[in-house]
C-alpha cells in the first residue's frame, strides 16, 4: 500500500539527530496537528533542508501509513523567526509552550485553534511582549480551550495579589501584555494545575 502524502502549512517546534542517518523535524501542522518529519542527514548541504526552531512555511511529508511520523519530502519556508533566538526569556517561554503542544494529542476540531494561539505567541515574543505574562495567558487559554475550567477551579484560589495580577493578564488580548508582569512562581502555580488536574501534558517526548 502506497504511503499517504501531505501538503501542509506547519510550524517547526524543534528538532534532534534520529540515529546516525535521520534528522527529526517536529512540526505543528495545520492538516494534522504535531507530526514529526525525518530527513536522511547528508555532508552535502544543497540536500539539506534548511529549517530553523519556529520557521513557517508549507511542508510536502510522506506519512507512514496510521502513523504521525513520516519523510519530509519539500520544505518551502515563508517566515522564518530569528529575531527569537536573540531574547532568551522570550526564547524559553516559546520552548515552554512548544513543549506543551507537542506533548499532547489534538484533535481535528482543536487544530486551528491550536496553531492560532501558537502564532499569536510566538507574534508576541519576538515583538517584544512580556515573556512570562505571554505564556501565562498562553497557558490559560489552551487549558480553556481543552474544556477545563482552569479560571473557577485555579485563578480564583490563587492568593489576592496573584490572582489580582493574574486577571489582568488573562483580561488582555495577548498583543497588550507589555505592562503585566507574570512571576515564575504564578506560572509554576498554573503549570502544577495543569499536571495535576487536567489530563494535560506539559513535558515533552520526541515520538
Given at each position: ?7 501542509t502549512f ?5 528538532s ?10 517536529r512540526l505543528?501542522?495545520?492538516?494534522q496537528?504535531?507530526?514529526?518529519a525525518?530527513v536522511r542527514r ?5 540536500r ?6 519556529f ?11 496510521g ?8 520544505a518551502?519556508i ?6 527569537l533566538?536573540l ?12 513543549n506543551?503542544?507537542?506533548s499532547n ?5 482543536s487544530?486551528?485553534?491550536s496553531?492560532?494561539?501558537?502564532t499569536r505567541?510566538?507574534?508576541?515574543w ?13 497557558l490559560?487559554?489552551?487549558c480553556?480551550q481543552?474544556?477545563y475550567p ?7 484560589r490563587l492568593?489576592?495579589?496573584?490572582r489580582?495580577s ?5 483580561n488582555?488580548?495577548?498583543k ?5 508582569a ?11 494545575y ?6 494535560i501534558r ?6
Amino acid at each position: 500500500m502506497a504511503s499517504p502524502e501531505i501538503s501542509t502549512f506547519a510550524i517547526s517546534l524543534g528538532s534532534e539527530p534520529r540515529g546516525d542517518r535521520y534528522l527529526a523535524h517536529r512540526l505543528y501542522t495545520q492538516q494534522q496537528g504535531p507530526l514529526t518529519a525525518l530527513v536522511r542527514r547528508s555532508s552535502k548541504p544543497e540536500r539539506q533542508f534548511a529549517i530553523d526552531l519556529f520557521d513557517e512555511g508549507e511542508f510536502r511529508i510522506e506519512l507512514k501509513p496510521g502513523s504521525f511520523t513520516g519523510f519530509l519530502k519539500e520544505a518551502h519556508i515563508s517566515r522564518k523567526r530569528g529575531k527569537l533566538a536573540l531574547k532568551y526569556e522570550a526564547f524559553e517561554m516559546a520552548a515552554r509552550l512548544a513543549n506543551v503542544l507537542l506533548s499532547n494529542p489534538v484533535s481535528s476540531e482543536s487544530i486551528d485553534d491550536s496553531l492560532e494561539l501558537l502564532t499569536r505567541g510566538l507574534d508576541s515574543w519576538e515583538n517584544g511582549m512580556n515573556p512570562k505574562a505571554t505564556y501565562l495567558k498562553c497557558l490559560y487559554l489552551y487549558c480553556r480551550q481543552e474544556g477545563y475550567p482552569v479560571n473557577e477551579e485555579w485563578v480564583t484560589r490563587l492568593p489576592d495579589p496573584d490572582r489580582a495580577s493574574t486577571v489582568k493578564i488573562i483580561n488582555l488580548p495577548i498583543k497588550e501584555l507589555t505592562p503585566n508582569a507574570a512571576d515564575l512562581g504564578t506560572i509554576e502555580s498554573l503549570e502544577h494545575y495543569v499536571e495535576h488536574h487536567t489530563h494535560i501534558r506539559i513535558r515533552n517526548k520526541m515520538a
